[in-house]
């Protein structure tokens, strides 16, 4: 983001000469320099001066200039009723915006209007419905420092806030993986790498440092929430909290000001407009399963690594049949949190059965659900005087299905589905006061009228009575007129210029009467008005306007009314909300076959598991079996095996079913059946994922160096709760380099951690660990004979006979003379490791000179210095003694020191 958008030295230099309204612009533009300034000037919001430059350039709008006495500078305007596309835009170009709307109304002013900031739009603070973009929460972040990190979430539009602390930057990056915030702010003294922390497309930046002091975090903390010492851990939890408070806060802006709408934008105390900020959640992380940014990703939980494969589905799209917003950001939430207690893991699955065989209750529900309006967002404006007439008819219309709901689950035979029925808050004074206030099909705009029912307010009805009698008797107007001057072509009619008028064309004006007024004259008629006809309408004009200006006192006060009960209606939402996830558990359950698993096993038993995912992308999935720690091959083994060595072609499968037994664990935790005939499953703290490549050029890191960083935090963070799935470690270096690594590190975690561990690998020489080491087996993917490879994907016991690398080469369509080649290399060195006699060096492209390590060497597959096999000890030395180490490339030295190393083994 930029640094300063505030005023260029040019024109803070002429602060005497600017005009009134350009004087207001710059020193907003002061007030407010870490953001772009958009200033309304009637029906548009305006830039300028470099300001300009940069919205024209990035919204592809057209730049043109203001002249006034001070010069002229550059000016862009985007129009106010399509702001939100726009402001998308400067967005996503990484701007916060401040909106500078009119807190007067010029046709009271004279001179200049007021304008005065009433909120400013960041990534994370968005409220508005067209630029959330979506169901699911945009958290923004605070993080200060101390003794730990005190860690901050909150969602603005929702009023769903988080506290926690943790004790490393890296714990920071796993929780923040959790919540993916979209913007964040940082403490003083805070020094992480921001974009590894928070993510690249995370907005970071510093905050005021007084808002993290300690005394200003706490009383602000228990303005909203209580007193801060009862709900949170730590001296970084408050300040972190009550700094989030305060960024909020200033995100909204001035109080009292007036928008584009004509609605009060906040009230006269900043803090009412978050009122419905009213209960804060402190979650310890060792209370959820752990999920760090490297499992979330490489799970694809809630994103798709790729953009091709599977539609596009991540697991939360592939479990969601949620009926409302509310139930798909707490199915995204129970996801990103899975259960580590046993009972509350066991009370969801109790609720998902009776769901699931109970069809009829399960559908209905689903159906009420689906008229659930987003009751967090609803509240949201309702309590920031951001309501319309129609959010409350809304809300009204969700509360009427309370009592159905309640009715389904009258008779549900489960914990849960109990608790639901016997808390769910229908609110019934709340939605009789709106049903009694607001008509059912209101308009958009609150300021206009036609928004109060009759009935509702005696005053109201007499004013709304005498301008439906005074319109009447002007719609009688024009019979009267014709019969009392007989002139068939006179019209009665009305126009915001001149009020109402009887119009007489030309050829008539001679018929006119005495009384009548001349209004308008036109090209072939002209316009009259009566003493009478005169009264009549200021009669109207008085009732009319002040029927609107009551409306809308009664609206709003009926608005505070409902904001009064934000508490009560965010405790609805989050009943509604857990409802939903279950209903949509079950019927994922029934529609697609899921089982339901036992939890807190001593190890990992499933029957036929199938990737959640995979197999809604298939036309046929093969499922499998995994056992880890509860059915162990060695029947007098008293600790079954936890580590399995998976082998097998590339393409048969592995990274899936490793995958696979990831998210069917998770889902088992999260309160989820399991795609699967059985499961039973243990209670793991955590997942640790070490799969696919990746590199980070800018920061110097190989593909070799991020693999070794996270192997290095599974080995020095994993427990024998954890499942860790490894694959293909040890691939980026050298073949014995890498050998040794993966034979480490399995020896590691059998000996030392004894997590429930899948690898994954081409080294084959690693199944030996299998024989060596008690607690591990080997598993491998199966193909079948025949002209070309079938991969079966079917797991079995024992090591796999071969890789077929070079088939599935073939199978991506690499040239057939490379494949052949590849073929014959493969053929000679399976012979020489078979001991029988070499027809050829493979190392001489088929043409009897080998270069290794930069010189040549002829003559096949003989030394003729020695007359020796080239296999042998001394042909390393003979190469050793032609090698010009002075001259030789990085490369060519690692291809040498390989080659030579192969020929020792």
């Known amino acids: 983001m930029d640094a300063a958008l505030g005023p260029p030295e040019k024109m803070a230099e002429l602060d005497d000469e600017l005009t009134p309204m350009m004087a207001q612009y710059f020193e907003l533009c002061r007030q407010y320099d870490d953001a772009l300034v958009l200033f309304q000037v009637g029906d548009f919001y305006e830039a300028f001066c470099e300001a300009a430059e940069r919205v024209a350039r990035l919204c592809e709008i057209t730049l043109t200039q203001r002249t006034d006495s001070t010069g002229e500078y550059?000016?862009?305007?985007?129009?106010?009723?399509?702001?939100?596309?726009?402001?998308?835009?400067?967005?996503?170009?990484?701007?916060?915006?401040?909106?500078a709307d009119q807190v007067e109304d010029p046709d009271e002013v004279s001179g200049v209007v007021e304008r005065a900031v009433t909120r400013i739009v960041t990534p994370g603070t968005l409220t508005e419905a067209e630029l959330l973009g979506g169901a699911d929460n945009n958290y923004v972040a605070a993080l200060a420092g101390g003794d730990d990190y005190g860690l901050a979430l909150l969602d603005v539009s929702t009023g769903d806030c988080y506290a926690t602390s943790v004790g490393s930057e890296t714990a920071v990056t796993d929780e923040l993986s959790r919540f993916g915030p979209a913007e964040a702010i940082v403490g003083p003294g805070v020094e992480v790498d921001e974009e590894a922390v928070f993510g690249p497309s995370c907005l970071v930046s510093a905050y005021e440092p007084a808002a993290f002091e300690r005394d200003a975090a706490a009383d602000l903390v228990e303005r909203y929430f209580g007193p801060p010492e009862r709900l949170l851990a730590g001296d970084s939890e408050r300040r972190a909290c009550g700094a989030l408070l305060a960024y909020a806060e200033y995100t909204r802006g001035n109080s009292g000001a007036v928008g584009p709408d004509g609605e009060p934008t906040a009230e006269d105390d900043p803090t009412e407009t978050l009122g419905y900020l009213n209960h804060l959640t402190r979650y310890d992380p060792r209370e959820y399963m752990l999920l760090d940014a490297v499992a979330v990703e490489s799970l694809e939980l809630f994103e798709r690594r790729s953009v091709r494969g599977h539609e596009n589905r991540t697991l939360v799209d592939t479990v969601d049949e949620t009926a409302c917003a509310l139930g798909r950001r707490e199915l995204t939430d129970w996801l990103r949190r899975p259960l580590l207690d046993e009972d509350r893991i066991d009370a969801r699955h109790e609720a998902v059965a009776v769901l699931?065989?109970?069809?009829?209750?399960?559908?209905?529900?689903h159906d009420l659900l689906n008229e659930v309006y987003d009751l967090e967002r609803l509240v949201s404006r309702v309590s920031r005087g951001r309501a319309n007439a129609r959010d409350l008819r809304s809300l009204a219309a969700t509360l009427s299905v309370v009592p159905d709901v309640r009715e389904q689950l009258a008779d549900a035979d489960a914990r849960l589905l109990g608790d639901l029925h016997a808390t769910l808050d229908p609110l019934a004074d709340v939605r009789e006061e709106i049903e009694a206030a607001i008509r059912p099909d209101p308009p958009q705009e609150i300021t206009e009228g036609g928004v109060i029912r009759e009935g509702y307010d005696e005053e109201l009805d007499e004013l709304r009575s005498?301008?439906?009698?005074?319109?009447?008797?002007?719609?009688?107007?024009?019979?009267t007129e014709r019969e009392r001057t007989d002139i068939d072509s006179l019209k009665v009619g009305h126009n915001s210029v001149h009020g109402y008028y009887i119009e007489v064309t030309n050829a008539n004006l001679d018929s006119v009467p005495e009384d009548y007024q001349r209004r308008q004259t036109l090209k072939n008629s002209e316009r009259f008005y009566t003493p009478e006809l005169k009264a009549r309408e200021e009669e109207i004009m008085r009732a009319e306007t002040a029927a609107d200006d009551l409306e809308y006192e009664l609206f709003r006060a009926v608005r505070e009314t409902v904001a009064d009960e934000a508490e009560r209606i965010q405790a609805l939402a989050d009943r509604l909300a857990r409802l939903d996830v279950l209903v949509s558990f079950g019927t994922v359950a029934a529609r697609y076959d899921y089982a339901r698993p036992t939890v807190g096993a001593d190890g990992i038993d499933i029957t036929a598991g199938r990737h959640p995912v995979v197999e809604r992308a298939e036309d046929a999935f093969v499922p499998n079996d995994t056992r880890l720690g509860a059915v162990g091959d060695r029947a007098d083994d008293d600790h079954p095996p936890r580590f399995a060595v998976i082998t097998g072609p590339n393409m048969s499968g592995k990274s899936t079913y490793m995958r696979q037994v990831a998210c069917?664990?998770?889902?088992?935790?999260?309160?989820?059946?399991?795609?699967?005939?059985?499961?039973s499953v243990p209670i793991l703290d955590?997942?640790?994922?070490?799969?696919?490549a990746s590199d980070d050029i800018a920061g110097g890191r190989s593909t070799f160096m991020i693999e070794m960083t996270e192997l290095a935090t599974i080995l020095q963070s994993a427990t024998e709760a954890s499942l860790v799935l490894l694959d293909e470690v040890g691939r980026g270096t050298s073949t014995a380099d890498g050998l040794a690594i993966a034979r480490a590190v399995t020896e590691y975690l059998h000996d030392e951690v004894g997590a429930y561990t899948l690898f994954a690998t081409h080294h084959h020489e690693l199944t030996d660990a299998a024989a060596d080491l008690p607690g591990v087996v080997n598993r491998h993917f199966e193909t079948s004979p025949g002209d070309e490879v079938v991969f079966d994907h079917e797991l079995a016991a024992g090591p796999a006979a071969a890789s077929y690398g070079v088939e599935v080469a073939e199978m991506a369509g690499v040239p057939e003379s490379v494949v052949e080649r590849s073929r014959a290399l493969l053929d000679r060195e399976q012979a020489s490791d078979a001991g029988e006699p070499p027809t050829g060096d493979p190392a001489t492209?088929?043409?009897?000179?080998?270069?290794?390590?930069g010189t040549e060497a002829t003559g096949g597959d003989r030394d003729d210095s020695t007359g020796s096999d080239a296999s042998a000890p001394g042909s390393v030395r003979e190469t050793l003694r032609e090698v010009d180490v002075a001259t030789m490339t990085p490369l060519e030295a690692m291809n040498t020191l390989a080659t030579l190393a192969d020929r020792v083994e």
């Open 845 to 853: 492209n088929g043409h009897g000179t080998a270069n290794v390590g």
């Open 466 to 479: 005498t301008e439906r009698s005074g319109k009447q008797w002007i719609d009688d107007l024009e019979a």
């Open 356 to 365: 699931k065989r109970d069809p009829a209750t399960r559908e209905a529900l």
């Open 686 to 692: 955590r997942v640790f994922t070490r799969v696919g």
């Open 664 to 679: 069917l664990c998770l889902l088992a935790q999260a309160g989820s059946f399991v795609p699967a005939e059985s499961a």
């Open 74 to 99: 550059p000016m862009a305007g985007i129009p106010i009723d399509n702001a939100e596309s726009y402001v998308e835009t400067l967005l996503d170009a990484g701007y916060r915006i401040a909106i």
